[in-house]
Every structure is written in C-alpha cells, then in structure tokens.
C-alpha cells in the first residue's frame, strides 16, 4: 500500500484518474444489466460540468446545494465544485421540502441541483424562502434544457475552465448534522479537514485497485462521503452504487463486492438474517454452524486449536460459511463499520464468518474519521486507535466518572466550526482547540477507544444510577423477534422500553403457540405475545447491570425509519420524535405498578 499524500480533494481526484484511468470506478445498474464508468470517463465528465458551471457563473466561494442520493452525477458534481473552489451543500432526498429551504438559506447557497424532475420543481419554490438562490440545474432534464446536467456537460465542452487546486483553509463542504433535535447545523470542512483524513488511512487501509464496494451509505453523510467515495477512490478502487435499500443482498451478490461499508444497524440484519436461516436448517447443520463459529472465534483470537477444532472449523467453513459469504458475492474480505458502536457479538460473529471487521470512530465535525482498527491494531468491541496526527482525551469530569468520559478529539481532521452558529462553536470546543464530541467512553492501556454512549441521551433514574440507552438497544436488536427499540426511563425506578416488533418472526411464533389475531396491532397486544416478548427482552439483556434492566415493553409494528421522521437519514433515533408519538403508551407502563422483576432495581450491578 503506497501513502501517497494529497494536497487537498482536487489534487487526490486528478492523481487517481491519471493513475487508474482505465479502471472501472463507478457501477449503476440499468434494465437489468450493471454498466461501469472509467476513471478517464469520469475526469471528463468532471472537467465538463465543471466547465460548464463556470459558464453559468459559479465561482470560487459559491455554495452549491445538491439533493440526490448517490450517482455517479452526485460524485461529478461534487468534484466539479471541489475544482471550482465551491463549497459542496449535500442533502438528501427524503428530507423535507422545508429542511432543504432551511439549509439553502442558512448557507446562502447560489446553486441547487436536483436528481429528479419532482425535486427539480419543488426547488423552484425553495427561491421563495431561500432568495440567495440563482439557479436550479436538473440531473434528469433534457438535454435541450439549459438548466440540465447534460447541457451544462455539453456547454462546458466548448468552454473549458481549468481546475483551481483550493488551499487547505478553503472549505470543501457545508455538511449539515441529521438534526435529531432542533434544526440541522452547517458543518464547516475544509480541504485540509477532508485530506487529513484521506492522507492520515493511506497506509493503513488494507484497500488497492482490485477492491469494489457496493455503495449505499449516503454520501451526503460524512462516513459515506470520506470513507467510501474519496478513500475508494484515492487507492483506485471501483464502487457499485446499491439501487435501493431492499436490494443490497441481491445486487451483492450480482457485484461481487470485496469491502463493505456500513453503519451497525446493517451489520444487525445479517447477524439476524443468518441466524434466522440457520434456525431453520437440519440440527446437524446448526451444530457444525456453532462448533465452527466458537473455533473461528479462538482462533481470532490467537488461541492454539486442537485437531478436532481445526477439522470442525475447516469443514463447517466449505459447508456453512462458504454458503453464507457466498450470499453477499462470495468475495467479500473487509466490513467497515461506523456511525456508531457495532455490538461486540455482532463484530465477533461476521469475524468468524471469515469476513475482518474493522470499526471505526468519528462524527461529521471530525470529517469524520478520529480512531479506526487497522491490521496489527485490530480488538473486536472497541472502535480502534487514534489515526496518525490525532490525538483522544478523555474529560472525566463531563460525566463525574473514574473511568468513562466525554471523548475530546483534537486533530486537523476537526472542522473549521459550525455556520453561523457562535454559542454552539462555543459550547462544542474546548479552549485548546479540541472537539467535544458528545460521546461517552474511555481508553484502554494499549489506546484502544471505546464507545458506552451519548451524554444527550444518557438520564438519571430515581435511584441516582445513569443509564446510556443506545449501546442496551443494540443489544435489544439482536433478538430475532426485536427489530427497533427505545429504552426509557428519565427520573424513574427503572427502565422501560418501545419494542418494534418482527411481525414475521412473531407471527410464526403465533402460528406455532396457538395465537390467532385479526391485525398486528391485535396481535401485539395478546397476553401470550406479550409475556414472549418481555422474555425475549429479558434473554437478550441478561449481561445487562441490574439497574440497566427493562422491566416493562410495549409493542408497536412500525418500524422506526427516515420516511416517518423517526430515523435521521445517517440511520439514528429520533427519540423526540417517536416520544411525540409514543410517549403517553411509554409513560402508561409505570402507571401499571411496580413489576415484580428479577433483581432489584436499585442494585448497582
């Protein structure tokens, strides 16, 4: 692996199309059949729209908004911007018309670019609301347009316009915060922020020219943006863009991926997907399926196998395992994860499977890479070590704990700060330039960072005891029958918590125990479905500390999710948005009487 080190994003684009410009970079799929734009394919097409916003009047220090999810449209026009010395605005499609109007106009943004024609005529409202707005370019348009991306591509042809390299204090991209309460925030990048980044995981990404990714993390989020689009394509990698959400598995194994990135909550799919597949195979096959999952694991972790164990491992391998990777392509050799905590068994799990998860760790305000596991720095439940130039701190005093704190990050990954947000700079840095980042965790003795939760959402029960919800949900997530949950309990004797419920799973769970209902919302709440599920939560939140424990559920079959607002768009709860909807069913639970649980609820382990 070469650590070639890049100016800023438009030298790092010009150095990749030279170097792999034959290489496939970007796949999309069309009528059925996957097509492949080259390197060289897409620095022309780079160099023609951003000729051609040149032509329209774009210039060095423009914001240019753009709502699309990812295309190979998406990344020319990120680049073009990048050459300009424009500053990149994503958003994202399913977001509301009024959010977009509310980034458009707090960052001034001169130019909008729309993927379909509906957005394309929502935007020509948003001028009303956001009058910086001089232009709205279509991507679907019609070539005859003048506002289209094809006509733009095709202007700029005919007037080409060199590409500026921005020095490393411009800003590259106003990537605004999810927004889980309150309105989204600007954050400021600069190139220096974003190459930092890309420089500091060059030797250290086990990635080459032979990897592809299947991509559907939006790049509108930092993980998306930094870690997949420009670190793929800094080391001459090619990237298969997902059609939708429902068709990652099929169009996995149709690319043949060798890298996945990915945030816990896909991660928690497969481990559930697998297992509920096993569960239905022959016992034979499930107990080489274990054996073979509990040698993997030893050998992982360094520890000698006997004979049996090598023979068990090797066979449940070409049985088992080789059949399952086989699901996803049959090639796939890395999983990264971000965004936040992967569960420990989870990590473990598609470990053994053959397939190294590396887990990494940073926000949007640390563009966004801080700490990642790499090869020969590799533990399985930590988030990894600092990358090279940054360093952690942990603030115990945030939290008043000997051992867990606020993570601080400080680096040249951390923003330029948030846009015309001076209390919120204020409150989010640190006097000697660190980042507070929100999170609570700590470090181990050999540097490795581990994530325990969110200083926002951790609460007090009565009992004085705090409780992170986020890392007791994911683990929530793991039961075959959970596929969401919201654990509450602010200044209450103990937890309880909203379960989204796996409608297959517990109908087929019914079906087998006798219980009849005539809609989910019946099913869920029969006394039988009801006490399963309770148990459920109780098995898979055993290694819980007393206090943690959930004593009381109700049940709801709608999922949590970005098109009902109840997910950010990076895949995190909007817990004031499901309280909004389901907080007088949560707040009912304590009216039901104290619950005659195991162990106490004051107990302090």
Known sequence: MSSAKYENLVDMFERSVKAFGPRQLFGTKKNGHWGWTTYSETGKQVEAFRSGLVALGVKRGDNVAIISNNRVEWAV????????????????????SKEWAFICNDCNATTVIAATDEIFEKCKELKEKAPSIQRVIGLSLPKTEPLSYAGICEAGEKTPAPA???DAKD????????GTTGNPKGVILSHGNLISNINAVQGMLPLNDEDRSLSFLPWAHSFGHTCELHCMLSRGASIAIC????????????VQPTVLMSVPRIFNRIYDGVNKQMAGRPPLVQKLFHAGLKAAGKQKKGQALGLVEKATLAVADKVVFTKIRARFGGKLKYAFSGGS??????????????????????LTETSPISTMNRPGGHRIGSVGQPIPGVKIVID???????KHGEIVVYGPNVMVGYHNRDEDNKAAMTDDAGFRTGDLGYVDDDGFLYITGRIKEQYKLENGKYVAPAPLEEKLKLSPFIINAMIYGDNKLYNVALIV????AVKAWASQNGVSADSDAKLLEN???KDMMQAEVDKTSADFKGFEKVRRITLTAEDFTAQNDMLTPSLKVKRRVVWQKYGPGIEALYAEGKPAAKGATAEAS
Request: aromatic fraction near 8%; hydrophobic fraction near 50%; include cysteine.
């Open 77 to 96: 026009a990120a680049y073009a911007c990048f050459g300009i010395g424009a500053a990149l605005v994503p958003m994202y499609e399913a977001q509301l």
């Open 164 to 166: 500026i390299h921005p």
């Open 171 to 178: 800003v590259a991209c106003l990537i605004y915060t999810s």
């Open 243 to 254: 059609e939708a959400v429902d068709k990652i598995i099929a169009n996995l194994a149709e």
């Open 341 to 362: 905590a992967l569960s420990k068994d989870v990590g473990e799990f598609i470990d053994s499977l053959g397939i190294t998860v590396y887990e990494g760790y940073g």
């Open 396 to 402: 115990k005093a945030a939290s008043g704990d000997p």
């Open 501 to 504: 419920a796996d409608m297959d």
């Open 527 to 529: 006394a039988k479905v």
